[in-house]
């Protein structure tokens, strides 16, 4: 068949699903799990994307022991991978031995971006541009006069001349405070309603009017106190003072060497992407921020996080990254899961939301490292991923349990080996 198909938006569901079971040869078992689209109705997720033909459910749970600025969270985490509820649970715990975390927040600022080209006088017009500041932010606030009258909207503006293969561009960013919302319906409109008066004070032509993620006005902080006494792993024979040297080591790789540092902060995103997507809110857009923030910040890609030994011997765990999150607009006003996710949280604003999830990335980072430095990673990861092993090869029930066990202790945890496992089990 060809993938070339008119109209296949204008389709009703049942159509689609038609054309993509004959084209795929899907089974009708398969069909009727891509109808069943949980507890979200089938009419709010056709307006969320295009080409809709179901639903793709992701497990949800609770990482718990969370303490915040002294305020108690049960944290939603939506994400398939194995291990992180159970490891930023644990991290969390740790830190609460010393009064749990200290989180803050800048304002929620974005920034609107717009380059012009073809600018006769590059430098002339960023002067330009500057005296009309007033006008310009004045045209930009007029998009969103509820935002305004919430205290937010275009609050100052920063031009730029960068050079280029192709010329010089004059960029203009646009500062505008979001408020509760992650901005960038509200930042894009703006930008787009500034551009022609840009046009028209610098000779130029207009490109690009969009957002940027590299949200570097909007950054939420966290801190927290491993105490060394709680970081023992006498199992192996570690103090913890060892094991406070043992991360500091992990860690310090992690500064200097960019092959780690992915691996490091991608660690920090899984918790951070796991709120977000709980949350409804763009986990895409906080990892282009955060990985672009780990470079600009330093000027080489470094990790997000930093640890240090304090007078006591403790080990002292912080992070910094952009966090545009939001509790308003887009999927988060809408999904009925989200929304009971924030429920859960019992956040008030998008700034304690961005404290949570800076605190989940530093309690994610902080624990994975304590399990790299000491047993390593694969024991309680490979333990739960031997469970998803054993459901794979056809294991039902107790069935599970018995073939992840076998899995784990042969540290064989592979798809063929639970098969034979499962066929010997139920031959007996």
Known sequence: MNSDISGFYKMCLEDRL???????????????????????????????????????????GIAVNF?????????????????????????????????????????????????????????????????????????????????????????????????SRRGSYVVVHLLVNTKDAMGANAVNTMAEAVAPFLEKITGGRVVLRIISNLAVFRLARASAVFKKEVLAKEDYGLSGADVVEAILDAYELAEVDPFRCATHNKGIMNGIDAVAIATGNDFRALEAGAHAYAFYAHGTYRSLTKYEKNAQGDLVGTIELPVAAGLVGGVTAVHPIAKTA?????????????????????????????????????????????????????????????IAEKLVAERRIRMDRAKELLDELRKK
């Open 342 to 402: 924030i429920k859960i949280l019992g956040v008030k604003s998008a700034q304690e939301l961005a404290q949570v999830i800076a605190s989940v990335g530093l309690a994610q980072n902080f624990a994975a490292l304590r399990a790299l430095a000491t047993e390593g990673i694969q024991k309680g990861h490979m333990g739960l991923h031997a469970r998803n092993i054993a459901a794979s090869a056809g294991a039902v029930g107790e069935e599970i349990d018995i």
């Open 18 to 60: 038609k054309l993509v079971k004959e084209f795929a040869g899907l089974e009708d078992a398969q069909i009727e799990m891509l109808r069943n689209t949980g507890n979200v109705d089938i009419k709010m997720l056709d307006r969320m994307i295009e080409n809709l033909i179901g639903c793709m459910i992701l497990p949800m």
């Open 67 to 163: 303490k915040i600025n002294g305020k108690d969270y049960l944290v939603p985490m939506a994400i398939e991978e194995t291990s992180v509820v159970a490891a930023a649970s644990h991290g969390a715990k740790l830190a609460r031995a010393s009064g749990g975390f200290t989180a803050t927040t800048t304002e929620p600022v974005m920034i609107g971006q717009i380059q012009i080209t073809r600018v006769p006088d590059p430098y002339g017009a960023k002067m330009r541009i500057i005296e009309h500041k007033e006008e310009i932010l004045a045209i930009a606030n007029e998009k969103d006069p509820l935002l305004v009258k919430l205290g937010g909207g275009a609050k100052d503006i920063n031009v730029r001349v960068i050079e």
